[in-house]
Every structure is written in structure tokens, then in C-alpha cells.
């Protein structure tokens, strides 16, 4: 190594700075190791080093709190989705029995039309034109 002119630091990698983080700069030791130099006088950018991993750490922070908000929407998203599917198997079975309960009673209006002949429909007829009469009657009376 030394015939190479590689041995100008020590042969293993600086201790990593505060954040965990090792630094892209070579020598650089966020510790001062009881030596009266300071970082920024060993290296220049320190304090520029230890300004980018703050706020690279505060972007960590934002973006782990925004993922977390992220999360709990889709959870609820999701119970959402399973109440809604349970809500609409519900409605589901109770249309079932209403259309099996309305086939019943047009079945049993069909064989009563076929007994009687013609004349239930002058029945629906006449029906139909009262409730039409109340409805014009309520119109102009508003």
C-alpha cells in the first residue's frame, strides 16, 4: 500500500457519522477523537455534510409520516370495502326474497285475471284514473 501512495489515512474506513451513514469524503470522522482540530478544520464541508444528512434525515421523517397517513387510508379503505360487500351480500338476499315474493303475488293476480275474465282490468283502469285525479287535484291545490 505505502508503495503505491495509498497509505495516507489509516488502512480501515472512517467511523460513520451520527446518522449511521459513512461520509462520501475520505478522512472525514464526525468524532473528533481528542484531537484539538475541529471537523471543519480537518475538512471544510463538514458542516455542509452534516447540514445535507439533517435534512435528508428530516426528508426520511416527512416521507416515513406520509407513508404512515398512506397506510392508514388504505386500511380504512379496505374495511370500507368488506363492510360494503357485506352490506350489498345483505341487499342482495333481501331483493332475492322481495322479487320471489312478487313473482308469487303476479302469479296469483294472473290466475285471478284468468277466472274473472276482462273485467279486473276495468278494475286497474278505474284505479288508475283515480289516483291520477288526486294527483292533478293536489298539483293545483299546492
Known amino acids: 500500500r505505502a508503495a503505491l501512495g495509498l497509505d495516507n489515512g489509516p488502512p480501515y474506513a472512517p467511523t460513520p457519522p451520527h446518522s449511521g451513514r459513512s461520509s462520501p469524503y475520505p478522512g472525514y470522522n464526525n468524532n473528533n477523537?481528542?484531537?484539538?482540530?475541529?471537523?471543519s478544520a480537518a475538512?471544510?464541508?463538514a458542516r455542509f455534510v452534516d447540514d445535507l444528512e439533517g435534512q435528508n434525515d428530516d426528508?426520511?421523517?416527512?416521507l416515513s409520516a406520509k407513508v404512515k397517513i398512506l397506510k392508514e387510508i388504505?386500511?380504512?379503505i379496505g374495511n370500507e370495502v368488506r363492510e360494503s360487500t357485506i352490506q350489498l351480500g345483505q341487499m342482495?338476499?333481501?331483493f332475492a326474497e322481495t322479487s320471489g315474493i312478487l313473482a308469487g303475488t303476479f302469479r296469483?293476480?294472473?290466475t285471478m285475471?284468468?277466472?274473472q275474465g276482462c273485467r279486473w282490468?276495468?278494475?286497474i283502469i278505474f284505479l288508475i284514473f283515480v289516483f291520477w285525479f288526486f294527483i292533478v287535484v293536489w298539483w293545483f291545490r299546492r
Do not use: K
Request: net charge negative; charged share 15%; aromatic share 10%.
Open 59 to 62: 426528508a426520511v421523517q416527512g
Open 74 to 76: 388504505t386500511i380504512g
Open 33 to 39: 477523537n481528542n484531537n484539538n482540530t475541529s471537523d
Open 113 to 115: 285475471a284468468e277466472r
Open 108 to 110: 296469483r293476480m294472473n
Open 121 to 123: 282490468l276495468w278494475y
Open 43 to 45: 475538512f471544510p464541508g
Open 92 to 94: 342482495n338476499d333481501a
